[in-house]
């Protein structure tokens, strides 16, 4: 017993404890890799607290490349309240999000001031994960959502709730049709780019577009012929 009281006096001395409680957030706040950060909040209450801290700071999350579930996610997501760009990108087969995820997802209060949303890869969600998630993210202006399985129904749904979209990326997103394009492009009058690579359209459907929003950019660039538009 006399043993462990010295331990935890020792701990408190040491010098990274001495450090005030804001500085050591922002210590926390430059760590990159959510293995760390769980090992650092694993240390003592007070580090464990600096965590907590750091991620409500941050204005950008990542979780590209690492092997993360629905509620590893969701448990750091909530605490980022002052979050701005949001990356679930699918870069390894570790990555299990699914609609569960994005339901739980929707309840964070970053959710409504997210101008950056990626959800590239990530296979395992459908229209009605996206749907829930996107009917609070009402300020995204950027959006990736390709190489994921969803239909016209997401495509309704963003454009009844994202008026402020400036890009999106349906990469692959062969279950999307003429119908969930004309949709969006036209209600989402700021709509700049669309990455449309992969998908099951026509040339026409573009035509289409182009009539609705002349300066609307089609990438990549090359798929479509020269073609004005009156």
């Not at 008026?163 to 989402?188: M, Q, S």
Request: charged share 20%; proline share 3%; net charge positive.
């Amino acid at each position: 017993m006399m043993r462990k009281k010295v331990e935890e006096v020792d701990d408190q001395n040491r010098p990274i404890d001495r450090l005030p409680f804001d500085l050591l957030a922002h210590i926390f706040a430059l760590l990159t890799c959510f293995k760390d950060l769980a090992q650092t909040s694993a240390v003592c209450r007070k580090w464990r607290q600096g965590v907590k801290e750091s991620l409500g700071r941050r204005e950008r999350l990542s979780f590209s490349g690492w092997k993360v579930d629905d509620d590893s996610t969701t448990r750091l997501v909530l605490h980022a309240y002052s979050l701005k760009e949001l990356d679930i990108s699918r870069s390894r087969w570790g990555c299990q999000i699914t609609d569960r995820g994005l339901y739980q997802l929707s309840t964070a209060k970053c959710i409504s001031n997210l101008s950056s949303l990626s959800l590239w890869g990530t296979t395992g969600i459908t229209d009605i994960g996206v749907v829930q998630l996107i009917s609070r993210a009402n300020s995204i202006q950027h959006l990736n959502i390709g190489g994921t399985f969803i239909t016209d129904t997401s495509l309704f749904a963003i454009a009844g709730s994202c008026p402020h979209l400036k890009t999106i990326v349906l990469w692959g997103c062969r279950h999307v049709t003429e119908n969930g394009l004309l949709a969006l492009v036209n209600k989402c009058r700021k709509l700049e780019s669309i990455n449309a690579w992969g998908m099951r359209v026509t040339v026409d459907c573009f035509i289409g577009l182009l009539t609705i929003s002349p300066a609307l950019q089609i990438e990549p660039k090359g798929m479509l012929p020269n073609i004005a538009v009156f």
